[in-house]
């Protein structure tokens, strides 16, 4: 070949913006497709994050023959309100057994942890059991979440004695709240005993067994999401065990009397802390619930919701809500 007569072809313009619009929209094309299959592999994640919570309960369940509450209540002049919660009774059954023992929960109530500087670290374990990889959460509780705390060693005896309260304290995060039932009461107010054990399966002080659960346990919720726009939830406890405000029963437990995904009140440390308080997902369309049998169902947003303040003409509650009540009665559709 005669090296001389050879020249050397450039694209056009026309040429190159045909590869270029060709790529753009192969770039349209695939990035859709691989934020979906990384999407559809988190919620896998976090159903397998709930199917190892609910077998958890099991073997609570039968350990201790009833389901663990969401927690303890009840006054002490020796404790101020802070009550340890599920959780935290949930740890030995979830592979955690030597944080269950350092917290020793059965010994030390949630009080002395928090006052305890050396033990108090213990409180901001992230666990991953409780973590759902779609949701942006911090390891840290939101500030909505907070506990009273010393805030140095030398002001722990003091607080102690007197209960000096420094607010400020976050623990670690969850993003799952156990099933307190479709019951709230929004307006805020002195809650009866009643009303904070709820009518789910797990409430303050409750004490269900799997054999009361008359409507099926496949049928009724046990676990469901909360994300943390709507400020998730502590997987310690509460930090005040006689309150529905966002340091209370929604601390870690969550209502279906609000529709599922709800927006979070813009103060939620009242009573009506609407999604702060509810059940919510960071999955499109939709939020995964561990039910009572142990299977883990995908519930839409879409679902038919409507609590006894909204029963209308029809005069039953929504399937939603029928969902979360272990034992009233009425038909449960397919969903």
Known sequence: MNLRNQHRRAFTLTELLVVITIVAVL???LIPAVQSAREASRRMHCQNQLKQMALGLHAYHGAVRVLPPAYPGGFDPYLDDKRWGWGTFLLPFIEQQPLFEQLAPTRDG?????????????????????LCASDPSESRADNNRDFSGPTSPASTTAAIMFHINYLGFRAATSNYVCNFGAFWRPNYGIW????????GVMGCNSSVRLGDIIDGTSNTFAIGERTYRNHAAVWAGVEAWNQCTAHGVSMVAGTAYYLLNSPASAYPYTCDGVGASGFS???????NFAMCDGSVKFIGSSIESRNRDQLGKSGKIGLYQRLSIPNDHLLVTEF
Not at 111 to 127: A, D, G, M, Q, Y
Not at 192 to 199: A, C, I, M, Q, V
Not at 281 to 287: R, T, Y
């Open 281 to 287: 997902s960071s999955h499109p369309g939709g939020a």
């Open 110 to 130: 949630l009080f002395h942890v928090v006052f305890n500087p050396i033990k108090r670290p213990l409180l901001e374990t992230p666990i991953s059991t409780y």
């Open 27 to 29: 770039l349209g094309i």
């Open 192 to 199: 009866s005993d009643k009303e904070l054990r709820g009518d």
